[in-house]
């Protein structure tokens, strides 16, 4: 699974007539982006909100909307396309959708394409409070979800009507995020996965920090990864300016010293470890109270060596239990990396020559090569942090295989 779920499936995207109609034309996007095939459906009122004609200069497909036109030659589309689909989404989806769905209606071309489909279907309400509040639209969600229909709650706040409460369409990365949960193999269920990420900041005074460049893409990768698989995970990060990752229990911390309690409490129970964070080597010996006046003297820091949180976890390692470390070098790179696998008690290390732009700190994608204890060394080609942490769970679920064969 090198790739996003999403990449070379065809999606149905369903869009109805709310005032949210309009993020449906950005959650068409995210999902080309991720190299799916989108076909739209879009009920009467869902073309008064936003143009038929935005969602085919975009596809390059005719939008289906009138069940009853056969101006591409397929006289029973609802049939085809539910067929055809991977996975529907119908984002916004309003309470009167809900309600004809919810009743196995099948009068327009969105709700007899839902009906007949078998594929996974996204359902996203969003409507005034008090339609999403009335026991009609409540109970109508529970017969969907109790029919086996994934139903991502809207957020709360104000909205568009004046309201203030739940009913607001969740943004469209969330939304796509939700979608690659649903269609996601769950071949991590049963498992907690410990994933670390980001820098520490070590405090020199309360204004100045010792700290890297980490962005904690990768650990972030690695966590959604693993939540879209099935997994339990928990997510310690140092300071990140990135979004929590739906469905993770996250715990923030500053320090390597923060960092090494965090992750020592949750560590016995979590059958793999992924430690991408950055943590700091060392810390000021003393960090002052007050800030430090530059008198533009010479200053000397001493510092302390934090603790090794990973070859602490080596050591404390139980049976089954996996744990797989980063490594940025400089130089060296398989003679440092295989002896910081064989020192610290590591299943596996993904490493990589840090330097490139695309690579490692940062960016986007990383190019790194995955050492493991039986002296394999598989050099995994540039990918996106997304795709390589679904490679190195995949490695993950390999190594429990071999363990246990
Ligand atoms: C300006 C306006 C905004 C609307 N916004 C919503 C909405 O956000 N959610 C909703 O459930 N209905 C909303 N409605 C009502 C629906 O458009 C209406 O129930 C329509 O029949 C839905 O049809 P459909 O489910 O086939 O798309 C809105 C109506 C108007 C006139």
């Not at 339609?131 to 957020?155: C, I, K, Q, S, W």
């Not at 008690?345 to 490692?360: C, F, R």
């Not at 942090?385 to 769970?393: Q, V």
Request: glycine share 8%; aromatic share 4%; proline share 5%.
């Amino acid at each position: 699974m090198e790739q996003s779920v999403l990449a070379g499936k065809t999606i149905v995207l369903g869009v109805t007539g709310g005032i949210a109609a309009y993020k449906s034309v950005e959650l068409l996007r995210i999902l080309q982006k991720e190299d799916a095939r989108v076909r739209v459906v879009m009920t009467a009122a869902a073309a008064r909100f936003v143009g038929p004609l935005t969602f085919e200069a975009l596809t390059g497909e005719a939008v289906y909307s009138d069940m009853w036109s056969r101006a591409d030659g397929d006289a029973i589309r609802h049939v085809t396309w539910a067929r055809e689909c991977d996975a529907i989404v119908v984002a916004p989806a309003t309470a009167n959708t809900l309600a004809r769905l919810a009743h196995g209606l099948a009068d327009d071309a969105l709700s007899a394409l839902v009906l007949a489909a078998t594929a996974p279907v996204l359902l996203c309400p969003a409507m005034n409070v008090h339609m999403y509040e009335n026991a009609a639209t409540r109970e109508n969600l529970e017969t969907l979800a109790r029919r086996g229909y994934a139903v991502l709650a809207p957020g709360s706040g104000f909205l568009a009507c004046g309201d203030t409460g739940a009913g607001r369409l969740p943004e469209p990365p969330l939304i796509a995020d939700r979608l690659a949960w649903l269609m996601s193999p769950k071949d991590l269920s049963g498992k907690t996965v410990l994933v670390t990420a980001g820098p520490t900041r070590e405090f020199i005074d309360p204004v100045r920090f010792i700290s890297n460049p980490s962005s904690g893409r990768m650990g972030h990768a690695v966590a959604r990864a693993a939540e879209h698989r099935g997994a339990r995970v928990i997510l310690v990060e140092g300071p990140v300016s990135l979004p929590d990752p739906p469905g993770v229990t996250v715990k923030r911390v500053n320090s390597a010293l923060e960092m090494a309690e965090a992750v020592f409490a949750s560590a016995a129970d979590a059958d793999l470890v992924v430690k991408t964070a950055a943590v700091s080597d060392y810390r000021p010996e003393s960090a002052a109270d007050q800030k430090i006046k530059g008198s533009r003297n010479q200053l000397s820091l001493s510092l302390l060596p934090n603790p090794d949180i990973l070859a602490e976890l080596g050591g404390r390692k139980r049976a089954g239990q996996l744990l797989i470390g980063f490594a940025a070098e400089t130089e060296n790179l398989a003679a440092h990396a295989t002896e910081k696998l064989a020192k610290k008690n590591l299943d596996m290390i993904a490493a990589n020559l840090i330097g490139a732009a695309d690579s490692g700190f940062s960016a986007e994608t990383n190019k790194v090569t995955l050492f493991t204890r039986d002296g394999s060394a598989v050099q995994v080609p540039l990918m996106s942090k997304n795709a390589l942490a679904h490679l190195i769970l995949d490695h993950a679920v390999q190594l429990w295989g071999k363990e246990k064969g």
